[in-house]
T-cell receptor, first 114, second 120 residues
Framework: ELKVEQNPLFLSMQEGKNYTIYCNYSTTSDRLYWYRQDPGKSLESLFVLLSNGAVKQEGRLMASLDTKARLSTLHITAAVHDLSATYFCAVSHTKVGRADKLIFGTGTRLQVFP | EPEVTQTPSHQVTQMGQEVILRCVPISNHLYFYWYRQILGQKVEFLVSFYNNEISEKSEIFDDQFSVERPDGSNFTLKIRSTKLEDSAMYFC??????????????????FGNGTRLTVT
């Protein structure tokens, strides 16, 4: 059974600092997604990572994928308050000819303070 | 930008009652999903749906749950006899079709705003 774990579960960081969120998954997959969720809101897609070594950047967020280590990272550069949210990674698991399913990680709740 | 629409935004029901949660996926999408999130916890997969049939379902999706795409635009989740532990936020999601008979993995799942179900 595919398991996806994130750490840390909770992250409180000061504005301007850098930090990395880690996402580990248990079985082979070469498709990984990062989502953001604000309190009481829906899930917003941030990144889709499709291959080993993939790196994508959007503003202060950068995501990478190492399929051999079954590890993805979400790096935050010079955090600002607007980045406060819960971040989920999700790994795709599929069978031929069927719709896939995304298995979500435990989530990392990020709080950025002045 | 097209979006996934869910109604109602909040549903309160008594234990043992039937509820139907409604979703209108993005119009050219052909893969559909239901997820749920118990308050403060992780997002759990319930069911995926393609080509008018269930592709995969989780252990949570037992005989009390069913999905339908009755009219080519709506996608519904029915819970036949609700339990207290069914209280959660239910998210519908859809994904674009690549046109090649394969899931377009470079396209993310697009989620609706959710229906908060409260079972009393």
């Amino acid at each position: 059974e595919l398991k996806v774990e994130q750490n840390p579960l909770f992250l409180s960081m000061q504005e301007g600092k850098n930090y990395t969120i880690y996402c580990n998954y248990s079985t082979t997959s070469d498709r990984l997604y990062w989502y953001r969720q604000d309190p009481g809101k829906s899930l917003e897609s941030l990144f889709v990572l499709l291959s080993n070594g993939a790196v994508k950047q959007e503003g202060r967020l950068m995501a990478s994928l190492d399929t051999k280590a079954r590890l993805s990272t979400l790096h935050i550069t010079a955090a600002v308050h607007d980045l406060s949210a819960t971040y989920f990674c999700a790994v795709s698991h599929t069978k031929v000819g069927r719709a896939d399913k995304l298995i979500f990680g435990t989530g990392t709740r990020l709080q950025v303070f002045p | 930008e097209p979006e996934v629409t869910q109604t109602p935004s909040h549903q309160v029901t008594q234990m043992g009652q039937e509820v139907i949660l409604r979703c209108v996926p993005i119009s050219n999408h052909l893969y559909f999903y239901w997820y749920r999130q118990i308050l403060g916890q992780k997002v759990e997969f319930l069911v995926s749906f393609y080509n008018n049939e269930i592709s995969e379902k989780s252990e949570i999706f037992d005989d009390q749950f069913s999905v339908e795409r009755p009219d080519g635009s709506n996608f519904t989740l029915k819970i036949r006899s609700t339990k207290l532990e069914d209280s959660a936020m239910y998210f519908c999601a859809s994904r674009a079709y690549s046109g090649r008979g394969r899931v377009p993995y470079n396209s993310p799942l697009h989620f609706g705003n959710g229906t908060r179900l409260t079972v009393t």
